[in-house]
């Protein structure tokens, strides 16, 4: 079981599906369980990046005949929002920012966009599936 608990108005219950999936849990000699509670974190998520490098840059490398790191390169080039800027002498840049470097939410904006960008191309990307199914 994996319960995300946030303040709301849904936390109470929240914290009691946790509670009562603890106090159901059968404990033999056999069985043994592994409890963790930590914060979460707003970073991208394991699920996101595995489901970015195996499933989406794959596609484009298929379709594109490239390797897996060029085809994430053409993903980056054709799906990640531009930066603009100038510096104190006028002169303007744009950069993509880095993968890496992105937050769950603008890395699932970027997924869905590269998915976009496939499907335009008639390129289909299975969705991910979760673990266990």
Known sequence: MKQL???GKHTEYQKKQV???????????????QVTVKPYKLSKSDEQRGYYFSTVVRV?????????????EL?????CYKVYFSD???N???????????????????????????????????PPTRRGE
């Not at 993903?75 to 799906?79: D, P, R, T, V």
């Not at 744009?94 to 890395?107: A, F, G, T």
């Not at 970027?110 to 299975?126: M, S």
């Open 88 to 90: 104190l002498a006028g």
């Open 19 to 33: 509670v009562d999936f603890i106090d159901n849990l059968t404990i033999e000699e056999s069985k043994e369980y």
């Open 75 to 79: 993903l980056k080039a054709n799906c």
């Open 5 to 7: 608990i946030r303040y």
């Open 92 to 126: 303007a840049y744009e950069y993509r920012p880095s993968i890496k470097d992105m937050k769950i939410k603008p890395m699932a904006e970027y997924i869905d966009t590269c998915i976009k960008f496939l499907g335009a191309e008639g390129q289909y990307c299975p």
């Open 60 to 72: 484009a490398a298929d379709w594109q005949g490239m390797t897996p790191p060029r085809a994430h």
